[in-house]
């Protein structure tokens, strides 16, 4: 029977761990060895816990094993990533470069095009998700057009200079002002000689 005795030190740990964690299943491990020290058994700890009585006797096994790093949830070490970290730079210059960069006729990448180039440059298969997270690990962004694709076309651009040149050289720097258009009536002119009976203009006549 395993029996737990706690110091006033790892009482105060282990409650302040239950009180604070938000991992629930931590604050019930801590839950069970505060239950166990007070005097309840395992048979009375784990239904109160939703757990087995075998579940119940390895946490205390692991807390007076390890003391409150006993209870806290190990993770085994995920997959390492399908694209080596090695290749990120190269990734990289790729989505800056854009796909005409690779021989591709597209403007932009998508992470299916980019997984499916990946494949055909190094042999690496990975989906869209694993490419996806590759890129967004590394800041990448290949839905965006690179500066590249929104120059325009050069030859234009300097013809487009020329022109501007040419009109700040012109004596009136290449502007035309309209003149103002002028009534037809002049200033205190008597205006109803141009409207019709019922101060309507008549038919053909401009007022404005």
Known sequence: MLRIVLTAAEQTAL???????????????????????RGRKRKA?????????TTVRRWLKQYQKRGLEGLRIQWAPGHSGRIPEALGPTIQRWVQEGPQSCELDRATWTYEELAAFLYQA????????????????????????????????????????????????????GVCVAEPRRSALSPGADITHYLGAQGAPPPGRDVG
């Open 15 to 37: 409650d302040h761990t239950f009180k604070t964690t938000s991992d629930r299943r931590l604050r019930d491990r801590c839950q069970a060895v505060l239950m166990a020290h």
């Open 45 to 53: 700890i784990a239904p109160d816990l939703g757990v087995e009585r």
């Open 122 to 173: 190094t042999g690496i298969a990975v989906k869209r998700t694993a490419m996806r997270d590759f890129c967004q690990r590394h800041g990448m962004r290949p839905y965006r057009p690179t500066y590249r694709y929104l120059r325009g076309d050069p030859a234009k651009q300097q013809a487009t200079r020329e022109e501007l040149a040419a009109l700040k050289k012109s004596p009136d720097g």
